[in-house]
């Protein structure tokens, strides 16, 4: 069965700082992976998926099959990123996106 | 404005009651889907539709029903037989055109058991 890990409930780093959330998965298919992000009183949104292998809003995420994880880094962090994050995964059904999702990670960037 | 809304933004159910959320897109989208999310979880799939008058289980189902009657319509009732209703429900949208699309999410409904 396929599984999302997120380990961390909540990374607190200071502005400026690197950022690194952590996604591990199990799937017995080929994956494609996802960084869904939620700021305060938003929508819950998509902020890049490996497959585009982008950088949005300064993060980056590379899917690593040895380790099975596709962690999202950012090397500078910011105020604006504090938000929730869930990494998910998608498993193909036809043209529909069914997603796991992990459990997710607040960031929380102070001062 | 486009979008997908969601409606109510909080319920309430009784012991026993049928309610039903309402998630109406005007994104021209064909697939739809309902997840339900619970606190220190992440969000889990109910059902999904691909396209007009189809619908599929997705992990979760039991407890639930939905329809598919027009393209910008996809509600979801919570039936009796569910029987820890409470949690966030989270319905979303994508085109329906390719494989891993990205989803378009709704605000959400909190469903609540008096």
């Known amino acids: 069965a396929q599984r999302v890990t997120q380990p961390e409930k909540l990374l607190s780093v200071f502005k400026g700082a690197p950022v690194e959330l952590k996604c591990n998965y199990s799937y017995s298919g080929s994956p494609e992976l996802f960084w869904y992000v939620q700021y305060s009183r938003q929508r819950l949104q998509l902020l890049l998926r490996h497959i585009s292998r982008e950088s949005i809003k300064g993060f980056t995420a590379d899917l690593n099959k040895g380790e099975t994880s596709f962690h999202l880094k950012k090397p500078f962090a910011q105020e604006e990123d504090s938000a929730m994050y869930y990494c998910a995964l998608s498993r193909n059904t036809g043209t529909a996106s069914k997603l796991t999702f992990g459990t997710g990670t607040r960031l929380q960037v102070t001062l | 404005d486009g979008g997908i809304t969601q409606s109510p933004k909080y319920l309430f159910r009784k012991e026993g009651q049928n309610v039903t959320l309402s998630c109406e897109q005007n994104l021209n989208h064909d697939a739809m889907y309902w997840y339900r999310q619970d606190p220190g979880q992440g969000l889990r799939l109910i059902y999904y539709s691909q396209i007009v008058n189809d619908f599929q289980k997705g992990d979760i189902a039991e407890g639930y029903s939905v329809s598919r009657e027009k393209k910008e319509s996809f509600p979801l009732t919570v039936t009796s037989a569910q029987k820890n209703p409470t949690a966030f429900y989270l319905c979303?949208?994508?085109?329906?055109?390719?494989?891993?699309?990205?989803?378009?999410f709704g605000s959400g409904t909190q469903l609540s058991v008096l």
């Open positions: 979303a949208s994508s085109p329906g055109l390719i494989k891993n699309e990205k989803l378009f």
